[in-house]
């Protein structure tokens, strides 16, 4: 073994860039294996840490082709009591912006803002809720909320929270009854102040609801027996019919809402499906490739090292010891590479690069991941080294000696194939990455219908009674054009608040945003009939309508005292979705709509850091204390997509690590290929070849290698790209030039590889050569 070692030692003083090569692709390889399987276990394991996980279903409504997440108040709670089978249920009232309530902390008067939601008490058996401190039965004792851990030792540092009072924003007091430990990352269960819902709370279907049964398989019985029996005798009575009307209930399995996408108002964290297997491909087609790569450097070493290691079998030598010691070689550089992949993952993860990541990154959160690629190093090592150890020691002594071992058809045959996996990985992922790009681009700079630019938005919930006031300060700087107010944010959400229409006998339901009378006017959003809002339609009693053209053909709507106008389709979400029957109203005297958000228009040419400082000092003459939430309409975008973009720009950066590992492993192959033809080349020159003519020889069997792995890849990557698409309701185009750049961009970089290895070869004394083959 100490023999083993020493020669193991040689031959890493001996080959020092070779093996620095090798230890930079492997490292680089397991590093963003490691990244990409954290990720990947963040999103398959979402809302998994729940006890019995899979016996937790999401009740939701269907009506004809409209699904949607939330569900009628009343409606749910009849369903929990309806069987034995149902655990326990509970209901979360649903809002499709956050939540806040703004929390004073009386004991040391700090001013802080949190997100509160209202459930029912039977949020904490539905859901695992591991208390800290406090009675586990706080949300059934009137006034009485439940904290996270994490936000009891920022209020109260190490003071006990439980019995400590809570200020909301309209001054009511609230008790805090117990603490509980923080929900991880990965869940829809939100780290917030939950208080409990009242028992006659019913807006309608604005609550999430969930429920927890004694089996799995139980979900049919309850679709059968409980909706069409007990529902229709016990509430609607028995002439009630659920066919007629087109509604149906339907569950969904806790695990899979992470990955629902047909479903409206649906406030969940999303994942793609189809993103994640991609990951999983390119996290294996990466070590797939540092493997090759490392087998390649490893062969590419042969002409070297080979009469060295057949003078020793000469020698007395034993095929297997020297079998062995090669294998030991690349077992030992694979995981010198694992520990400093170890410390690449520390970089990334201390880097602003791990904002792409979900995933905890610190290696105590996961140990088996960690572990796992130990594992992972050690087999790549085993299996890059067994060819090469098999392949320097097959060749007859005699024949190594004269030097004709490299130039055989098999070996030739080898060398192409392992080349084409290269090439046909670095195709794929390149087309792949750029109309992945070329989508979010298309989504965040894609004509929305109405003005986006120069607009800033403010969160002035906390001064709302003082809007006009405020408004005649934000005005006072002459940058300003305009200011308006709405309920909600425009694209900032799928989902908003949802009235019902009558239409031909049916219920149907469009989407409403509640806005300030020049809403349109200050956005830039086209009246196409009718008129614009007024100021007398906020002064009427129930206020005025103007809908868009899905919602007008939905209907068959006609201009009206409350429909006042129509408008074109505009993007009020986002791309992953048609555009829906919706409108923007102006709430009458007898709506309590709360108009939350400020849009401020500025001028051409303002000085945007000048408005922005106007805009801070003014909120802070209205509360000093309240964290207002001031940002430019282009971050709301970026928000909507923010998953989307995460993830693409994960798989793109992953994806150039991908082709990089690739380019240094036809980097290898060249070294490879005119290492074994040196002789050859030598004679050409002698014969009268000139360099270029070598040169282009060289590069026409690389080119026609390219040329047939491109045919191969490019259909693959159409149809990989062309199911990833399907989840966008609106796409880019798939552009022919995307594959030509594809193309261009692999036959370049080989190009200048093979030109660059090949001339230096073709430049050397071609006596010198021959002399030494």
Not at 321 to 336: D, N, S
Not at 647 to 668: C, E, H, M, N, Q
Not at 686 to 709: E, Q
């Amino acid at each position: 073994m100490k023999t083993i070692f020493r020669n193991f030692l040689r031959t890493v003083g001996r080959y020092k860039m070779a093996v620095a090569l090798n230890i930079l692709g492997l490292s680089v390889a397991f590093a963003a294996f490691m990244i990409i399987m954290m990720q990947l276990d963040y999103d398959l394991g979402f809302d998994k840490f729940h006890k019995d996980y899979d016996k937790i279903f999401r009740l939701e409504f269907t009506q004809f082709s409209e699904n949607m997440a939330t569900m009628s108040h009343s409606l749910a709670e009849h369903f929990f009591e309806s069987s034995p089978s149902i655990v326990a249920g509970t209901t979360i009232k649903f809002t499709p912006d956050a939540v806040f309530a703004n929390v004073e902390n009386i004991s040391r008067r700090g001013f802080y803002k949190e997100q509160a939601l209202q459930v029912t008490p039977g949020f904490t058996e539905v859901f695992t809720v591991d208390f800290v401190e406090g009675d586990k039965d706080a949300l059934k004792k009137p006034g009485q909320v439940i904290i996270p851990l994490s936000m009891a030792r920022k209020l109260f540092g190490k003071e006990s929270a439980v019995g400590q009072q809570l200020v909301g924003s309209n001054d009511e007091y609230q008790t805090i009854g117990a603490v509980y430990r923080d929900f991880p990352a990965n869940t829809i269960v939100n780290n917030c102040i939950y208080s409990a819902l009242p028992k006659d709370d019913d807006f309608g279907f604005s609550y999430l609801a969930y429920f927890r049964v004694n089996q799995a398989s139980q979900t049919h019985e309850l679709v059968e027996n409980i909706i069409q029996n007990y529902y229709s005798r016990s509430i609607f009575g028995e002439n009630f019919d659920w066919e007629r009307l087109g509604a149906r209930l339907r569950f969904t399995a806790l695990p899979d809402i992470h990955y629902t996408t047909d479903m409206q108002y649906d406030p969940t964290p999303k994942a793609n499906r189809q993103t994640l297997w991609v990951l999983l491909v390119i996290s294996i087609l990466i070590v797939i490739i540092a493997a090759i790569n490392f087998t390649n450097f490893n062969t590419a070493l042969a002409p070297m090292r080979i009469k060295t290691i057949n003078t020793r079998r000469i020698l007395g030598a034993r095929k297997k010891t020297l079998r062995f010691a090669l294998v030991f070689e690349t077992v030992v550089i694979c995981l010198l590479s694992y520990f400093v992949a170890l410390l690449l993952v520390l970089l990334f993860h201390s880097s602003p690069l791990s904002k792409l990541v979900d995933a905890d990154l610190s290696f105590s959160a996961q140990p088996l991941i960690i572990g796992g690629t130990s594992l992972v190093a050690i087999i790549t090592g085993f299996l890059a080294g067994i060819y090469p150890s098999f392949y320097i020691t097959s060749f007859a002594p005699a024949l190594v000696l004269k030097g004709n071992f490299g130039l055989s058809p098999k070996g030739k045959q080898l060398r192409n194939t392992l080349i084409g996996v290269q090439f046909i990985a670095s195709f794929a992922l390149i087309i792949g990455t750029s109309f992945m790009y070329l989508q979010n681009h298309f989504m965040q700079h894609s004509d929305l219908g109405y003005d986006k630019d120069a607009l800033i938005t403010v969160d002035i919930g906390q001064i709302r009674h003082k809007r006009d006031v405020f408004t005649n300060r934000i005005k006072e700087y002459a940058g300003i054009e305009d200011i308006t107010y709405s309920e909600y944010l425009l694209s900032s959400s799928d989902t908003y608040m949802q009235l019902e229409k009558q239409h031909k006998g049916e219920s149907s339901w469009y989407q409403t945003i509640p806005v300030h009378h020049n809403f349109l006017k200050v956005m830039g959003i086209e009246v196409t009939e009718g008129r614009d809002f007024r100021q007398e339609d906020a002064n009427s009693e129930r206020g005025a309508f103007i809908f868009n053209e899905a919602a007008r053909k939905k209907f068959d709507l006609e201009l009206s005292e409350m429909n006042v106008g129509f408008m074109p389709d505009i993007k009020f979400a986002s791309f992953r979705k048609e555009v829906e029957p919706m409108a923007f109203y102006v709430p009458g005297t007898g709506w309590g709509a709360q108009l939350n958000y400020a849009c401020i228009k500025l001028k051409p040419s303002t000085n945007l850091r000048a408005a922005m400082t106007h805009i801070h000092t003014t909120l802070g003459e209205f509360d000093t204390k309240y964290p207002f939430e001031v940002r430019f309409f282009d971050e709301v975008l970026q928000r909507l997509y923010e998953k989307e973009t995460a993830l693409s720009a994960l798989i793109s950066f992953f994806s150039l690590i991908a082709i990089f590992i690739s380019i240094v492993g036809v980097f290898g192959l060249v070294i490879f290929d005119s290492e074994c033809r040196r002789k050859e080349i030598a004679i050409r020159k002698v014969l009268g070849a000139s360099v270029a003519g070598i040169i282009f020889m060289f590069n026409k069997v690389y080119f026609r290698i390219l040329v047939i792995c491109f045919v191969v890849a490019a259909p693959l990557a159409w149809y990989a790209i062309t199911r990833w698409l399907e989840n966008f309701a609106y796409r880019t185009p798939l552009h022919w030039w995307v594959y030509l750049l594809a193309f261009g961009a692999v036959g370049i970089i080989t190009a200048a590889t093979v030109t660059f290895q090949n001339w230096r070869v073709a430049n050397d004394n071609p006596v010198k050569a021959i002399k030494s083959e």
